[in-house]
């Protein structure tokens, strides 16, 4: 056993603390005086409370220490699962030695032959463990041991191991290159070894690890690929005329970029896309290009993709086209706000393609970043900072920020750190007080980002068949929007929280996803006073929070009201404060205008309707459905329904008789499409009323018994009400409409 790299952290010598986790193994707890001096030291030896940004740099950084001490490492246990519960919170990496060889018998039965292995129960390893601060997880070492039981290897031996006998993309290159100009895989090692400077033998990889790529590689030529990608997309084009592609080839006849949007997504996108995320953190190494992804969020909360992008290089000029060809896709329609990571190049491509959009930089691209940045620094006080960091980002006042930015500064001693001095310039792209007055639908929070990067995660294992790439993309975007129309379907049913007037018209109106987020705000509404200051202004303010004073300015003549929260112009939802202001002035319905049809149960942009309607006829006919179920629900409330229906008649009747009127959309109207899902509140109360479908309406509230969930078959109550017109239906060829016989009872209303 090598003397020099026996080490192991003394307690007894250092002054720390020690603990057993759940295997009785002995953790170390180092003082955070002691982890500063450290981590300013040149010493790359592991040390307890070292902190990481993700598990893929604490292996990087173990691995490039074992490698100087002559071995390599592997991936041993893991607390948790990636993608269920918390994840994984633990993990282990041990010496490439430690543990024992298994033997597992044949499926006949018998026992495989005695093959000779490396491992010999070594003990070294080390330990880090999740911690999530901020919604921003990092990673600390608590657990690291540096004995072996066996010799290490030497500088030009351990180079050998597998693990560090992988070769890098440029070497990739290199011997793709060299394999094109027909030359064998010892001229090739040999001229690497000249190129690099290294003595015979001395790469980093073998003949056979050469031979081995050459044999994975499906064809030399890359200019295969290419081919095979704009030929995937002229077969959808022939198959689809709504699918969107474009390419540009360079000097060399090579292809540079190529972009592509599905007919869904241009759909999606009617509806959906005034809010963007473009996400270009991502690479396809397949065919060595950046891949962006456009991507929103629909009235559900589902996550849906745009667009799509492959680009060779990373600048401006890239991203030029890249974003005037999604917006070409979109019919020349740029989004309000869009969303991307710290990119100075993009950040300037976006003002030159889209100037009159807002452009913002996600919060977590940058808040993960911090560890690198300031944990050095600011060794021990650095959760403190950071705490306060996440407060100023999380400001409404413009005043307050810049106030406790300079305190903050001073504080910390950061004037010289060249990472603060660029947040600061780039402030206005990312902290909340600059872009609230900008909408933004929920996007820049960290829970709506999981989801698409768990989608993203799937596109990039689909790399391997590059020959179909584009199709596997489009299946996995297809099941992505099937998967959000199931999990609307399992949120139908809503419960009432606080008997509001505004709470029970809100759900039939909103879809399930708003609707949770207005319910927020009506439950935490109570908590406020409000006070007359002046005329037309209010001063809301916290029962016991101080601090949490905000004004409202309400204007009933006009129907406008607006808080200085500016949370309904940040995410679409009424804020406490003013639901608050209208509920303490006798105020028992929202205004319409604040329901913003962005987030209501309206048409799906999939169903047949939308794709034969323009952008303008689809805006109409949204204000024909809430002018529709304003008109149910005031005839059922005031009990008018035989009035209702009479003008209706004589509505349909005007219609009919307009020369030159056309019905040829068509609608399929089933009864199951028209089921009334029950929506409770907490008391026991039952409202009937539509969740699903545009084209299901409100039906009468009714008051009923909770009945127990017994498996017992619950009666299903159908709505009868017609649906002519409104969704598209030839009202002359409907059996009810058509008929000369119209009356209440045929419209099924009680």
Request: glycine fraction near 6%.
């Amino acid at each position: 056993m090598s003397e020099g790299a026996s080490m192991m952290m003394d307690s007894s010598e250092n002054g720390t603390d020690l603990s057993q986790d759940d295997n009785g193994t002995i953790i170390e707890e180092t003082p955070e005086e002691m982890i500063l001096s450290r981590q300013t030291s040149v010493n790359l030896v592991p040390f307890i409370g070292q902190r990481f940004i993700s598990q893929d740099a604490a292996y990087e950084f173990y691995c490039s220490f074992a490698k100087q001490c002559g071995f390599s490492i592997r991936r041993h246990r893991t607390r948790g699962k990636d993608g269920v519960g918390r994840g994984v919170t633990r993990r282990d990496f041990t010496c490439h030695r430690g543990g024992y060889p298994q033997t597992k018998p044949s499926e006949d039965g018998k026992m495989q032959r005695n093959r000779k292995s490396s491992r010999c129960g070594c003990q070294a390893y080390m330990r880090i463990v999740r911690r999530a601060d901020f919604e921003i997880s990092e990673w600390r070492v608590t657990g690291f041991n540096n004995v072996h039981n066996h010799e290490l290897l030497k500088l030009n031996e351990v180079c050998l191991l597998p693990a560090y006998s992988a070769m890098t993309p440029d070497d990739k290159a290199r011997i793709c290159m060299f394999a094109k100009a027909g030359m064998s895989v010892r001229q090739m090692l040999r001229l690497m070894e000249l190129e690099k400077g290294v003595k015979l033998g001395c790469l980093p990889f073998t003949e056979i690890d050469v031979r081995n790529l050459l044999q994975s590689f499906r064809n030399v030529n890359r200019d295969y690929d290419a081919i095979d990608l704009i030929g995937m997309c002229k077969k959808l084009k022939d198959e689809n005329p709504e699918f969107q592609y474009d390419f540009k080839i360079d000097a060399h006849n090579r292809l540079e970029h190529i972009a592509w949007s599905y007919a869904s997504s241009i759909e999606m996108y009617e509806s959906f896309g005034d809010a963007v995320v473009f996400d270009t953190t991502h690479h396809l190494d397949s065919c060595d290009m950046l891949l962006g992804t456009w991507t929103g969020i629909d009235n559900h909360g589902t996550s849906c993709f745009f667009g799509f992008v492959l680009l060779r290089d990373e600048n401006m000029q890239s991203f030029c086209w890249a974003l005037e060809r999604f917006v070409c896709f979109m019919k020349g329609k740029a989004p309000l706000t869009i969303l991307t990571d710290q990119n100075m190049w993009l950040k300037e491509a976006i003002a030159m393609e889209m100037p009159n959009t807002k452009h913002a930089i996600c919060i977590w691209h940058i808040l993960a970043k911090f560890s690198d940045w300031f944990a050095t620094q600011l060794g021990s006080h650095y959760d403190d900072w950071k705490a306060q960091f996440y407060r100023l980002y999380s400001l409404d006042s413009v005043d307050d920020f810049e106030s406790g930015w300079k305190e903050m500064v001073i504080k910390y001693q950061l004037h010289e750190n060249k990472h603060i001095t660029s947040l600061y310039a780039l402030r206005t792209f990312w902290a909340l007080p600059f872009l609230k007055r900008c909408f933004f639908a929920g996007l820049m929070s960290t829970s709506q980002s999981e989801p698409t990067n768990a989608v993203v995660q799937r596109i990039l294992s689909a790399q391997s068949q590059l020959h179909n790439f584009i199709e596997k993309v489009a299946e996995i975007v297809e099941f992505n929007d099937r998967s959000g129309g199931t999990k609307q379907k399992m949120q139908q049913k809503i419960f009432l929280k606080t008997g509001s007037p505004m709470e029970a018209r809100a759900a039939k109106i909103l879809t399930p996803f708003a609707f949770g987020k207005l319910q927020e705000e009506l439950v935490l509404a109570p908590q406020y006073a409000t006070h007359l200051i002046d005329e037309g202004c209010f001063q809301v303010k916290h029962h016991s929070q101080i601090d949490d004073v905000y004004k409202v300015f309400w204007d009933p003549g006009q129907q406008h009201i607006s808080c200085s929260c500016q949370l309904f112009e940040f995410s679409g939802i009424l804020c406490r404060h003013i639901l608050r202001v209208l509920s303490t002035n006798n105020c028992f319905e929202i205004p319409e205008q604040y329901l913003p049809i962005r987030w209501r149960n309206l048409i799906s942009p999939s169903t047949n309707f939308s794709r034969h309607s323009s952008r303008d006829q689809s805006y109409k006919i949204q204000i024909l459905e809430s002018m529709t179920t304003t008109l149910i629900t005031e005839a059922i409330e005031m009990e008018q329904l035989d009035f209702a229906c009479d003008r209706i008649k004589g509505v349909l009747s005007d219609i009919k008789e307009i020369p030159g009127s056309t019905h040829d959309i068509p609608f399929n109207c089933t009864s199951d499409s028209l089921i009334i899902p029950d929506m409770e509140d907490t008391d026991g109360l039952v409202q009937s009323f539509t969740m699903g479908n545009a084209h299901e309406s409100i039906s009468l509230g009714k008051l009923k018994e909770k009945r127990p969930r017994d498996g017992v078959d619950r009666k299903r109550r159908h709505f009868s009400g017609p649906c002519y017109d409104q969704f598209g239906q030839d009202t002359s060829d409907c059996p009810i409409i058509g008929s000369d016989h119209l009356s209440d009872d045929t419209l099924g209303y009680i």
